[in-house]
């Protein structure tokens, strides 16, 4: 009977997680670009997604890498000396002379402000020597640096190329890491910029008219060609809450700033930040190998729907995943803070005055029965008194409750 009872309070003390929703009712936008995207910029979690891993033609938006590498990679004071390829590049220029002296930093503006595929040209150049070799670049930085997979990048300035191929996913979370740098979102947000040239003396006005048609909008990039039609990646930050929103495939400039601005709505009206660990709060998670105490070095926060409190779950790696109607996603990563690895049953050796009584017991008849389920029933309990003891040092440490908590999971 005893035996019984300590085993109910161990239960009752390891609660398990009853796992996310199989099933989640997702919002449908009338958005009728062929694919789009919505994700929270501080956690990288989607909120809305409309064939978002379909490959598509990216148009000037790869200038979005070409850019963060020149930043990143390069040093934007270097003299950069524009060669004969870049002076006729095709498409949209700056008007580039053949000879002309610009600091790589003049070059990034023009490439972003007024997508002058020269100016992209004459970055290749300055970095790697040719266009392809930093094609080659652009591949292993998007990989390496931001950890896309759907993405293959052939020219530095998106000029069409059946090979050069992205994902509406895979360009929001290029822009995610791109606009983390602090230069590279000073230079997405210029509306205008005296241009003083060689061969063009103007004033550059911003290609992307979301900085001055949407509230709160902060960047980053549009493209256009035949095959890829209208491309579009914008940021927008509105009372604390940052957005990105990416269109592929667009039939009109008009309808890549319409879904857009749908986009940008729909995420600042109809979510809210919930915080799932505080800095320095802790979560305990033990799997069949080790009890493992995780910590959050910063608050680990996201965008959910409003009016709905998700779940959430650790994994073996430390990542946060919250419930969401796109399934399980990552909202951040923990720090491991202690580890308490599980004895192997079949590699302990019991000692031998314990093999004795043992053997002892055994003899001994019904009373060594009673003496075992007495001796499980004192473990059950000693286990169940050492993770009370944890709950209330993670409250003491935390201020709150976490991986234990008894309603975490209702």
Not at 19 to 45: C, M, Y
Not at 59 to 68: D, E, L, N
Not at 189 to 218: C, F, K, V
Not at 307 to 336: C, H, K, M, T, W
Request: aromatic share 8%.
């Amino acid at each position: 009977m005893l035996c019984i009872l300590s085993l109910g309070i161990g239960l009752a003390l390891i609660r398990v997680p009853t796992g996310f929703a199989e099933e989640a009712e997702l919002t449908a936008l009338p958005i009728d670009s062929e694919s789009a995207i919505l994700i929270d910029a501080d956690s990288g979690v989607v909120l809305y997604g409309k064939n978002p891993e379909v490959s598509m033609f990216p148009a000037s938006i790869a200038k979005i890498v070409t850019a963060i590498i020149a930043i990143e990679e390069g040093t934007l004071t270097d003299i950069v000396t524009v060669s004969k390829e870049a002076r006729y590049e095709e498409g949209t220029r700056v008007y580039l002379a053949e000879g002309e002296q610009v600091t790589l930093e003049k070059l990034v503006y023009g490439l972003m402000v007024n997508s002058g595929n020269d100016a992209a040209t004459a970055i290749a150049e300055h970095l790697d020597g040719s266009k392809d070799a930093f094609a080659e670049r652009m591949n292993r930085f998007v990989r390496e640096q931001v950890g896309v997979r759907h993405t293959t990048f052939t020219n530095p300035s998106g000029l069409p190329d059946p090979n050069m191929v992205t994902t509406a996913e895979d360009m929001a979370l290029i822009a995610r890491y791109a606009m983390g740098n602090e230069t590279f979102r000073k230079v997405v947000s210029t509306q205008t910029l005296p241009w003083n040239g060689e061969e063009w003396q103007t004033e550059l006005i911003n290609h992307n008219r979301m900085l001055w048609d949407y509230e709160g909008a902060t960047g980053v990039k549009n493209g256009y060609t035949t095959a890829a039609g209208n491309t579009l990646v914008t940021s927008a930050t509105r009372d604390g809450v940052d957005l990105i929103a990416v269109v592929l495939k667009a039939s009109g400039s008009k309808q890549a700033y319409a879904d857009t601005t749908k986009l940008l709505d729909y995420g600042f009206g109809a979510f809210y930040s919930k915080t799932f660990l505080q800095t320095g709060e802790t979560f305990v998670r033990e799997d069949d190998e080790a009890i493992v105490e995780w910590k959050a070095e910063r608050a680990v926060a996201a965008l959910v729907p409003s009016g709905s409190d998700p779940a959430f779950e650790v994994n073996a790696s430390g990542e946060v995943l919250i419930e969401s109607p796109y399934g399980g996603q990552v909202a951040g990563r923990l720090v491991e803070a202690s580890r308490s690895e599980k004895a192997d049953p079949e590699q302990v050796a019991v000692p031998a005055g314990e093999a004795e009584a043992t053997a002892s017991m055994k003899e001994s008849g019904r009373g060594g029965e009673v003496s075992g389920l007495v001796a499980a029933s004192v473990g059950l309990l000693m286990t169940a008194g050492w993770i009370r003891k944890r709950r209330v040092r993670r409250r003491r440490q935390s201020g709150g409750y976490g991986g234990y908590r008894e309603d975490r999971w209702d």
